[in-house]
């Protein structure tokens, strides 16, 4: 048994033409969206990220202002350009890129982002309104996770889903997401007893954890599907999931890694913009 791929990409591109079109008509009344990401480091992989994003948002008709502080910028640097750009008419979506500076809290600095134009829902108050299950931008990973599961007709309702990894901008919001889908939630994480045990029970198994290759196909229930979140950069300039690859011969289904999750995340991120324009 091979798993199916379930792949991101066609799911992306759909995303990203209805982004287009919705933006197209806004600029057409005199209101061109805008993006404005901010950026306090000088790592290069956040660097590829970051103009991943402008070019996907060139495309797609938005403007996206990229705003680097640089790696020795302050906490109040950092603060204080988040309330500007929030309190700015013509922006409509803000990003805090990470890493931070030294010192620097996500939760504190992502504070300074307005709600309503924390289109990757990293301030805290956006987290606690998606837990209540209201209106708010999810982040837009853990929005992709689902987003997939659904593309590709994955039931949900009654199943149950193990994510692994209990962050803020996945694991959690992740958890939310499929419980409001009707899915039996657990979530596991580094203090997590025997974890292949839990893991093994799982219809749905979301990896989410920052390790490659740490979920082996020794975790994986046979004819489960995995959603494989890991980004890990490899030795050759390439990305290794948090799946083992011979999870594949378990598996029901198995995102990729480049090209699965990844192109998903972008394009919500602009569709999220757009919807903040809209008001």
């Known amino acids: 048994m091979t798993a199916a791929v379930l792949s991101g990409r066609e799911l992306a591109a759909a995303i990203r033409a209805e982004t287009t079109e919705l933006a197209a008509k806004l600029a057409a009344q005199g209101r061109p969206v805008r993006l404005a990401v901010v950026s306090a480091t000088d790592d290069g992989a956040s660097a590829w990220y970051v103009r991943s994003i402008a ?21 109040t640097e950092v603060h204080d350009t988040l309330r500007r750009l929030s309190d700015d008419p013509q922006v409509h979506g803000v ?36 837990a209540a299950g209201l209106p708010a931008f999810a982040p837009a990973t853990a929005e992709a996770v689902v987003r997939l599961l659904e ?13 692994v990894g209990r962050s803020t901008v996945v694991g959690k919001p992740a958890a939310h997401l499929l419980l409001d889908r009707d899915a039996t939630v657990t979530v596991c994480h580094s203090r997590t007893a025997d974890l292949a045990s839990v893991t093994r029970t799982a219809d749905v198994l979301v990896a989410a954890v920052g390790r490659a290759g740490l979920l082996t196909a020794d975790h994986v229930r046979e004819g489960a599907v995995v959603i494989d979140v890991g980004t890990n950069p490899t030795p050759d300039g390439g990305l290794a999931g948090d799946v083992d690859p011979a999870a594949a011969e378990r598996a029901g289904g198995l995102t990729p890694v480049p090209g699965g999750v990844g192109p998903v995340t972008t394009a919500l991120l602009l569709r999220h913009t757009v919807q903040a324009a809209e008001g």
Do not use: F, M, W, Y
């Open 55 to 75: 070019g996907a948002a060139a495309k797609c008709g938005l403007v996206c202002d990229v705003v680097d502080l640089g790696p020795q910028a302050t906490t």
């Open 95 to 130: 990003i805090l890129q990470t890493p931070l500076p030294a010192g620097a809290a996500l939760e504190d600095l992502a504070s300074a982002i307005a709600p309503e134009k924390d289109v990757d829902g990293a301030n805290p108050l956006s987290l606690g309104r998606l």
């Open 151 to 163: 593309h590709h007709e994955v039931e949900l309702s009654g199943r149950h889903a193990v994510v």
